[in-house]
Each structure stands twice: as structure tokens, then as C-alpha cells.
């Protein structure tokens, strides 16, 4: 399925009075994303799915070339759960520099995209607001669902459509776990058997600091240091433990008494995941 072709089906899809539903993905596909099939569902007529590896949010000697992909296998997937009307799967989303002018357009969100991923992966940001931006405008979705396991990904989607002015709906799914409380991610595929008997430490030593959290007042730093040393003594190496304002992202300091989420990234081996809890705390 080619851009027009998409464009024109949405275009049709919408002049007969329909909802269009997008999930978003990088393929992969695991219970996760299929939640989010589920949930733009829930709010729309018909549902496109995409399925593009992103060029643009990795950066030299990151993992996309080991990054997990099945065209094939993903389609095959979509039908066997139903409610997915388009699998949009194009082989390229930006112009080839060697036929034409390169691609020279970029989406910066400015706040909501510091810190957090962006402090060691400063790019990722950018390919990610930019490439959402190309496929909304192809898909002209009315609901767009993304994960909330990629909290910081999901907020700066709906500040740049805010702020932007797209007539979309963005909802955020909620993170779907495997049986041991790790939360699924098309990365878990490329853990050794160790790390990832290892990795559900990740929700483990959160869960610990959110029911502290609920039942006394703790300190912002507090938090950070038992998710860190419950990671760390897991093996796993922490890049970050924030303890933020769940819409703004603004960091805490100090005692924290109004709702807040947590949010980590940490490494297994050579594997990168991410994790959050939000915690309501009762004033």
C-alpha cells in the first residue's frame, strides 16, 4: 500500500461518516500492541495498523539493524486477532538521498522531549515526533493509540499534537505484562536466557517503592535510590530512575505528595528497557 493509496482509503473510510483508529508500530507485534488494536477499537469504526522500522529515531551503533522484524509473521497476527482493517507496511518512509534532495524536515517538541530517553539518545526524540507526523498525515487518523510503557513517547505525542493543532484523539494503553511482571516489548526477544530471568526485577523493585510511596511520604530521592539498588542487585546497569509529574514530566524534589510516576530505563546485557509505574498518592 503506497501513501496515496492509504491517504485515499482513510479519505473514504471518513466520507462515510467512519471513525479511523492507528496504532502506530515498529512491528514485533506482541499482547502489548494488540491492547492498543483493542483500545483505538474500542473508540473508532476501522482500524489502520502501521508497521515501519523508524531509521530516523536510532542513531550510528544503536540496534537498528538487530532491531526485531516479520512483515509476514505481524500481518499474521492482526488477522488471527481481528478488528484491523489496513496493515500499512511501507518499505520507505523517507526520500532516497542518492535519487533525490534528502529529507531536511524535522518535528522538535521542545520540553516534553528533555531528559529522560533524551539525555542518551538525544535524536530519539526528533525521529520519533517526526515520523508520527508523516503517518498521521498519510493514515488521518481520528484516534491514534500508543503505549504507556514509552510514557515519555506518549506524552510528547500528544503535546506535538496539541501544540499542532491535529484534530486526533491520542489515548494511552496501559502496559501489558508477561506472567512474571516484566512488561512486553519487541526488545525482550534479544535478552539472553539470563537477563531475562533477570529483567522482571525491573517491576518488582518498583512495585516495592509505589506501595511505600502510597502508604507514607517519601522523598522523590528516596524512590530513586530503592528502584536503583533493586535493579542493580539484579545486575542490571540503570541509565535513569526519575520520579516526575505524569503529565509535564517535571521532576520531583523532595517530599512527593500529589500523583507522580516513575519512570526507569535500564540495560540487561545489551538490551535497553523501559518501565514506569504511576502512582496516585491520596492528599
Known amino acids: 500500500t503506497s501513501a496515496r493509496e492509504m491517504r485515499a482509503w482513510s479519505r473514504a473510510a471518513r466520507a462515510r461518516g467512519l471513525r479511523v483508529g492507528f496504532v502506530p ?12 488494536v483493542r483500545a483505538a477499537r474500542a473508540r473508532s469504526d476501522v482500524v489502520v495498523v502501521s508497521i515501519y522500522v523508524n531509521e530516523t529515531q536510532f542513531a550510528p551503533g ?76 498519510v493514515v488521518e487518523p481520528d484516534v491514534a493509540a500508543f503505549g504507556k510503557k514509552d510514557y515519555q513517547q506518549w ?13 486526533i ?46 502508604s507514607k511520604r517519601m522523598d522523590a530521592s ?20 526519575k520520579v516526575m509529574h505524569p503529565e509535564t514530566l517535571v521532576e520531583y524534589e523532595g517530599v512527593v505528595e500529589s500523583d507522580c510516576v516513575v519512570a526507569i530505563a535500564a540495560k540487561f546485557g545489551e538490551v535497553r528497557l523501559l518501565d514506569n509505574i504511576e502512582i496516585s498518592i491520596n492528599p
Not at 506524552?155 to 484534530?167: E, G, N, T
Open 25 to 36: 508500530t515498529m512491528g514485533a507485534l506482541h499482547d502489548g500492541h494488540l491492547s492498543l
Open 62 to 137: 544503536e540496534d537498528f539493524d538487530k532491531y526485531p522484524r516479520g512483515v509476514e509473521a505481524d500481518v499474521a497476527k492482526l488477522q488471527a486477532v481481528g478488528g484491523v482493517d489496513v496493515a500499512y507496511a511501507p518499505r520507505a518512509m523517507y526520500v532516497d538521498p542518492e535519487k533525490e534532495a534528502p529529507h531536511e524536515t524535522f518535528v522538535t517538541v521542545e520540553n516534553v522531549s528533555k531528559g529522560l530517553c533524551s539525555l542518551s539518545r538525544p535524536h530519539f526524540f526528533r525521529g520519533v515526533a517526526t515520523v508520527v507526523t508523516k503517518l498521521f498525515n
Open 169 to 214: 484523539d491520542v489515548v494511552g494503553g496501559e502496559i501489558v505484562r508477561e506472567s512474571d511482571g516484566l512488561a512486553m516489548s519487541s526488545r525482550n526477544a534479544l535478552l539472553t536466557p539470563e537477563n531475562r530471568a533477570k529483567a522482571p526485577a525491573i517491576r518488582a523493585c518498583m512495585s516495592r517503592a509505589a506501595e511505600d510511596a502510597r
Open 155 to 167: 506524552r510528547v505525542i500528544q503535546r506535538m499534537v496539541r501544540d499542532l493543532d491535529f484534530d
Open 222 to 241: 528516596e524512590i530513586v535510590r530503592v528502584v536503583t539498588e533493586g535493579i542493580s542487585n539484579a545486575t542490571g546497569v540503570v541509565d535513569y530512575v
